[in-house]
Every structure is written in structure tokens, then in C-alpha cells.
């Protein structure tokens, strides 16, 4: 007899999949979390928000060797090195070091938009010369989609971001790809599809798990506090739809972003939500919630290496069907701090 449809499968293989957006940090934190992300992913997009930021060639190659070492060696992982953009981005060091195969993408940090981005972006006249020498020389511009100005909204801060600062950028730079980091709206998701080719969007695992609720479910929770910050459920759902249409503009990139628990659990907590150890078992959970596990592969291990113009990895990975089974803190080594790893309020039915 053929099994009913409601039937899950036990197991779920899928080509190894790659992250396009992660923070691995450096020294002992980078000591503590690069094992985390290697063991779900094969290559990683490493944001280059560390103090001082990775701006030049040889800081992003030298970032890129410390990452290696802090991998254990029976894991296979490629960090992939993205350029800080400041004003005044100098266009010859970006277009070198494309050509020398250190930096995949540059990164747009509007200045004070998020943790780490002091030294960001202005105004995007500060960057025209930068962003003309990354269309010719074929590389992609990572955008944190947030304006800036305290006057808007915190929750409307992606949304008029993609009127006042996307959209004239993409006329303006006609050969750029460009993705979307982090949608965390509707809007977001509009956005991208209506430039098929050229915009690329990431979703992350916690704003496919959670509404801005959340953050405040029987007092405030700071483990659930992330930029762009989590909006309304009608914003989640279509962000579950979007990754899960199949649609090859939209690809895995979990944003984990891990502070010390002591960082986050004060009077002016970080933003960031460390995600590594429970990514891929979270976004499994998604996508079979949305009977959608079918187009898991795609998301996680086919869109991203397409619109980077990269091979599909030839490794896969295989997830049980049992309860998530991560632990609930990773401790930093060398003194007595941990980092809380995220776990949705939702239960979660894959692991490893
Ligand atoms: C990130 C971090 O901690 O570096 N935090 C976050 O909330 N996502 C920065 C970022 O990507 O915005
Ligand atoms: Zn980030």
C-alpha cells in the first residue's frame, strides 16, 4: 500500500550546502565558532566586520589563512573573503584583489547600521569609483539593507531603504550584482524578484523561525535580538515563501553572528544571533513545515553557487528526522565566556 501523503521521510540528503553570509569573528571567538560553521557548510561567505575592518588585499589573505587553521583539519571548508567598503573605496585594490582571488564580493555597511559598521558607507557617491571598478571587474556588492536615519522606524528601515538608496543604486551601476542580505520583508522579497539577473537575496534561518513577538514573549529576550530586526508574522510568511518557491534568486545565508552571552543579556545588548550549530536543521524544519523539503537543495547547495558563478559542491550532507539535538551554549576558550546558540520556541525535528 502506498504510504499516506503526510508522511516525512526519516532521512534528508542534499549536496553539501554553503552559507553566503556568516561572521566567524577572529581570535577566540573565530577559535570557537569556525567548527560550527564547517561542519554544516563547505564554503562560507565571510563578513568582514572585524575591528578594524578587512579593507585591504593582504588583511582579507591573511583573515583567510587564520580561518584554515581554526578549522579542524578533518573538515573540509573554503572561506570566501569580502572587502569592507569605506568612503572612498579605493577602486584599484578592489579590482586587485578580485584579480587575485582574495576578495568574491565586496560588502556595503551603511556607517552605524549594524555592529561593526563605524567605518561604513555615508553615501553612495562615496563609493561610485568603487562600485564602477567592482561591475567591471564582474563582483558582487553584499548590501545590509538598513537606512540609517533615526527619524525612520526601526521596523521600516529595510523597506525605505529599497526606495531611497537601492534603487537609485541599481540604475546608477547598471553592471552590478548586487545581493540582498537578510531580507527580513515583504518588500525585501518584492525587491529582489523584480530584478531576476541581478539581485540575489539571503534569507536567514532565525527570520524564517520567528515574528518580532519573539523578542518580547514574556519579557525581553536579547538571544532574539538581530539587524535587520525580525518584523510582523505577515513579513515572515513571505519570507517562507519566497525561500521556499524555488525561485533560483533566493539562497541560504544564516547571518550567524555570535557575541558573548555577557554581550548580549545587559542594559544595551549586541545585535547578532549565533545560529552555526542548528542552521541546516532549522531551515530543514521550515521547508518541511512548508512541504517544501524538495526545493531544500536548491536554497541551501544550487542558487547561491549559481549567482556567484561557482561549482555546486559534489559532497553531500545527510539530516535524521529525530529532535534537535545542538547544545545550548558554545564556550569561548580562554576565559569563562560562552556564546548562547539560537533555538526557535517552535520544536525543531531534524539533526545530524
Ligand atoms: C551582525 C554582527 O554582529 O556582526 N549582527 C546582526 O545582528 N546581524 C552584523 C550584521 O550583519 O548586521
Ligand atoms: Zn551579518
Given at each position: 500500500m502506498a504510504p499516506p501523503l503526510t508522511q516525512q521521510p526519516t532521512t534528508l540528503s542534499i549536496r553539501r550546502p554553503d552559507d553566503w553570509h556568516v561572521h566567524l569573528r577572529d581570535g577566540p571567538m573565530l577559535a570557537a565558532c569556525a567548527v560550527h560553521t564547517a561542519r554544516q557548510f563547505a564554503r562560507g561567505i565571510i563578513m568582514p566586520n572585524l575591528v578594524p575592518p578587512v579593507t585591504k588585499v593582504a588583511e582579507a589573505a591573511a583573515y583567510r589563512e587564520r580561518i584554515r587553521r581554526a578549522v579542524p583539519a578533518e573538515l573540509e571548508f573554503e572561506p570566501l573573503m569580502t572587502c569592507y567598503l569605506t568612503d572612498g573605496a579605493d577602486p584599484a585594490e578592489l579590482a586587485r584583489g578580485k584579480e587575485?582571488?582574495?576578495?568574491?564580493?565586496?560588502?556595503?555597511?551603511?556607517?552605524?547600521?549594524?555592529?561593526?559598521?563605524?567605518?561604513?558607507?555615508?553615501?553612495?557617491?562615496a563609493i561610485a569609483r568603487g562600485l564602477e571598478a567592482m561591475e567591471k571587474a564582474g563582483m558582487p556588492l553584499l548590501v545590509h539593507g538598513e537606512v540609517t536615519d533615526p527619524e525612520v522606524d526601526i521596523f521600516d528601515r529595510e523597506a525605505v531603504f529599497l526606495d531611497k538608496v537601492l534603487a537609485p543604486l541599481i540604475k546608477?551601476?547598471?553592471?552590478?550584482?548586487i545581493v540582498l542580505e537578510h531580507i527580513t520583508t515583504r518588500e525585501g522579497v518584492q525587491f529582489v524578484e523584480a530584478h531576476p539577473g541581478r539581485l540575489g537575496g539571503t534569507i536567514t534561518p532565525h527570520h524564517l523561525s520567528y515574528n518580532r513577538n519573539a523578542l518580547f514573549k514574556g519579557g525581553i529576550r536579547p538571544h532574539f535580538y538581530c539587524l535587520p530586526i525580525a518584523k510582523r508574522e505577515e513579513h515572515r510568511l513571505a519570507l517562507r515563501k519566497a525561500a521556499t518557491s524555488g525561485s533560483p534568486q533566493f539562497f541560504l545565508g544564516t547571518d550567524t553572528a555570535p557575541h558573548t552571552a555577557d554581550?548580549?543579556?545587559?542594559?544595551?545588548?549586541?545585535?547578532?544571533?549565533?545560529n552555526a550549530p542548528v542552521a541546516m536543521q532549522v531551515y530543514a524544519q521550515v521547508f518541511m513545515e512548508e512541504s517544501a523539503l524538495d526545493k531544500l537543495e536548491a536554497f541551501a547547495s544550487l542558487n547561491g553557487p549559481r549567482f556567484y558563478g561557482l561549482p555546486a559542491n559534489e559532497a553531500r550532507i545527510t539530516l535524521q528526522a529525530r529532535p534537535l539535538d545542538a547544545p545550548e551554549r558554545v564556550e569561548v576558550p580562554g576565559g569563562n565566556k560562552s556564546i548562547v546558540v539560537f533555538r526557535p520556541d517552535t520544536p525543531v525535528g531534524w539533526s545530524f
Open positions: 587575485e582571488g582574495v576578495w568574491v564580493a565586496s560588502k556595503l555597511y551603511p556607517a552605524h547600521a549594524t555592529t561593526n559598521s563605524a567605518h561604513g558607507v555615508t553615501s553612495m557617491d546608477r551601476h547598471q553592471g552590478l550584482k554581550t548580549k543579556e545587559c542594559a544595551c545588548g549586541c545585535a547578532g544571533v549565533f
